[in-house]
């Protein structure tokens, strides 16, 4: 379950973090980055698995999680910055955000933030 590198999908891994689509096997979650880590490639991404329950209700969740990248690419774990709703959402948003690594970034002496939205769709 998840996306990760090399794993195919709707995007490109080595190319700075914006965006994509769910992965081949779908899973109805897309996600999106934004703030100063946006510029930092992304090695290695998990994605959520949306439950089969937000397809059956016909549900569309957005939780958005703010974080920090070190400098050697490694996620401190955030915080969910706006919640879908639903702990059991945000709670997958928040342990997939963890298995996140970007290109490290050793000249730099502080974090970098961003925020990524996952989407639930069914």
Known sequence: PGDVAGSGGGDLIDTPAKGGGAGPEGGGVSWSVD????????????LPVSPDWVGTRGLDLTVTVRFQVLPDGRVRPGA???????????????????????????????????????????
């Not at 703030?35 to 998990?46: D, I, Q």
């Not at 706006?82 to 002496?109: N, Q, V």
């Open 80 to 122: 969910v910055q706006k919640t879908s709703g639903f702990p059991d959402i945000d709670k997958r948003a928040l342990d997939a955000i963890k298995r996140w690594r970007f290109e490290a970034a050793p000249a730099a002496k502080a974090e970098v933030w961003g925020r990524v939205s996952f989407r639930f769709t069914s």
């Open 35 to 46: 703030g100063a880590v946006g510029n930092r490639r992304v090695l290695e991404r998990a």
